[in-house]
């Protein structure tokens, strides 16, 4: 999966990673930016990074990947520089699946890696990924401007993780310095009732939810 920061993954594919781990797929996290001293602690940069990793090790992440881009400041990277380091990580990993973060998150990095993941993942003949899900992101896919604006995030696919609902929290746990207090949609509890919400809809306790890109069958 690529996420644009840490604790992206978590938030919208944690669950789902920990699931396909155990069932024996090989999962691999691109976590694309890394803050920058001038806008962000140098020890919350290190500190984020260890937390990666250790949300990783819970979730049982294969590898991870640090691209190292400028978080916030992805838009003063060439399209083609961006597209060129995420295309070259899916060519060494040859992945079926990539999610991808959601074309209408408010957050520019996320689109920006929505639409680099996009050029990368085209049929080529270098890679051949056969399906292709778009994640939501707490306080990020549910805070932009409303539906015709930028779009809404449908989805139609569910994928259960009744059991996999306390090892996403615990993965999630470890980016402390993310955490938030609820009624923060960053926070632990959120992060819960959303799986539990998304859960209701396809009458399991607790689900993550994806939009189709691209199936290939």
């Not at 396909?20 to 691109?30: I, K, L």
């Not at 999610?99 to 993942?121: E, I, K, N, Q």
Request: proline residues 6%; negative net charge.
């Amino acid at each position: 999966m690529v996420a644009p920061h840490p604790d992206d993954e978590v938030l919208g594919v944690g669950g789902t990673s920990a699931r396909f781990a155990d069932e024996g797929h090989s999962v691999t996290v691109v976590v694309v930016t890394k803050g920058e001293p001038e806008l962000f602690d140098p020890q919350l940069i290190e500190r984020g990074r260890q937390e990666a990793r250790l949300a990783h090790s819970y979730l049982g992440v294969k590898d991870t990947v640090f691209l190292d881009f400028p978080a916030a400041r992805l838009d003063q990277v060439p399209h083609h520089t961006l597209n060129r380091a995420i295309l070259e990580v899916l060519q060494e990993k040859q992945p079926d699946i990539v999610f991808v973060p959601f074309l209408g998150d408010v957050h520019l990095d996320h689109r920006l890696v929505f639409d680099s993941t996009m050029v990368a993942v085209r049929p080529t003949g270098d890679i051949q990924v056969k399906e292709v899900y778009a994640y939501e992101t707490l306080s990020e896919t549910n805070w932009n401007a409303s539906q015709g604006i930028y779009p809404a995030f449908d989805p139609d696919l569910y994928i259960c993780v009744d059991d996999y609902l306390g090892r996403k929290l615990e993965a999630m746990r470890t980016y402390s310095s993310q955490l938030r207090q609820f009624p923060h949609e960053r926070s632990l509890e959120a992060i819960e009732v959303l799986a539990k919400r998304r859960g209701t809809a396809v009458g399991v306790n607790a689900a993550e939810a994806f939009i189709t890109i691209r199936r290939l069958i």
